[in-house]
């Protein structure tokens, strides 16, 4: 008996430093940057593939709902986003009484996911080969770390699959837009590429949590006129005026929010493409901002990207919803036939209609979530275009980031005042709308 006291009396403290040393990992593997990490990288090759906004805005949305939802098993005060967003059912559950490092299944999944949805994938698989490389410096042992991999991939392949029933790939091969050039108050294509309207059928896409479309409509555009005393007149010669007179603040405030993923530009007979951060990603990057400046832990930062992003992809569907209903010609059509000639925008009007503004939309509807999850006067330095050459700026709330985008695009001289104000009331709506939807427990 005495032996076996003796055993006991070394085993048991020998047990338990070996239970610390297994348990060592979990601390560090609940670190928030590889999720940041994996984000940043999604915006990154957005941007290097060049992905419209509205397409930008599907893959933000899939890849977030992935990292969530292989993330949420591990935190029960947490509930899936399944039920809540439109189509998705119930993921694949862990196996119960087996461990999970639910962090590590979360990056796999959010990496895999954004994998199948872009085309730059060696640049995903050198992200993940670095994510996993420092799991497995942390001490997770080996049969955790296959078995969370293997839950993340899991999660991703449902998520997937899940994202092959939204219409998208239908859109792909449907119609062109149809130029009405009968009536003068319709788009037409602007210069330099003349492009096709962009993603004519993209309303069409199965919104993410609202019921339709059209479910939070907005307000329709002023009346087409040519007459010098009419409303629409008068919100032209805004826009005309503002450019020719802009003092150097709102030059800079144009090009800080311009966020075209691909500006044209052209020099003599050469045409040359410059690649920019697009609308949707420059939002998640103020998420990213801002849930670092808060402290917010893994599942914070997880659920604030998920409802952040199906916000924004809610906005583009509303947005585009509008542009391909109401069909409004451009300012720089407008003034270039009506008022001068020689007439041009400071920023390059991008190929889609007017009403509304889809940066004005998707900015409130970033804005209006993080509103409701931060505070109304949450004061943060957004640094975004740091790495385009322009200073970063600083905001005293989330609305004061979202209306000085708004107004952003009068002065780049591409919307009138109706079609700012429509999506930024529309887009703040779609904010709060989906707020409510996606973070009620």
Known sequence: MKKIAIFLLFALPIALLSCKQDDAYKAKAENPEFIHAGVRRTIDIIRHDIFAPPIASRIFAYTSVAAYEALVPGYPNYKTMAGKLNGLNPCPQPEAGKEYCYPLASANAQLITARALIFSEEKIDELLA????????????????????????????????????????????????????????????????????????????????????????????????????????????????????????????????????????????????????????????????????????????????????CAIADGFITSWNAKYKYNVIRPESYINEYIDADWFPLIQTPPFPEHTSGHSTVSAAAAGVLTARFGENYAFTDSTEVEFGIPARSFNSFKEAADQAGISRIYGGIHYEQGNKAGGKNGWAVGEYVYRKLSAK
């Open 130 to 309: 670095e994510v996993t490389k420092q799991y497995k410096e942390m001490g997770v042992p080996q049969d955790v770390f296959d078995r969370s991999m293997a839950y993340g991939e899991a999660v991703a392949k449902h998520v997937i699959a899940w994202s092959k029933t939204d219409n998208y790939a239908q859109t792909r091969s449907a119609s062109k837009f149809t130029i009405n050039t009968k009536d003068p108050g319709r788009w037409r294509p602007t210069p330099p590429a003349y492009a096709d309207g962009l993603e004519p059928h993209w309303a069409e896409i199965r919104p993410w949590v609202l019921d339709s479309a059209g479910q939070i409509d907005s307000e329709p555009p002023l009346s087409f006129s040519k007459e010098k005393d009419s409303p629409f007149y008068k919100q032209v010669m805004v826009v005309y005026e503002t450019v020719k007179n802009l003092t150097p603040e709102q030059e800079a405030t144009a090009w800080y929010w311009d966020d075209n993923p691909f500006a044209m530009e052209v020099s003599g007979h050469l045409a040359f493409g410059k690649k920019k951060i697009s609308p949707g990603g420059h939002w998640m990057n103020i998420a990213s901002i801002v849930c670092r400046k808060s402290g917010s832990d893994v599942i914070q930062s997880a659920e604030t990207y998920v409802i952040v992003a």
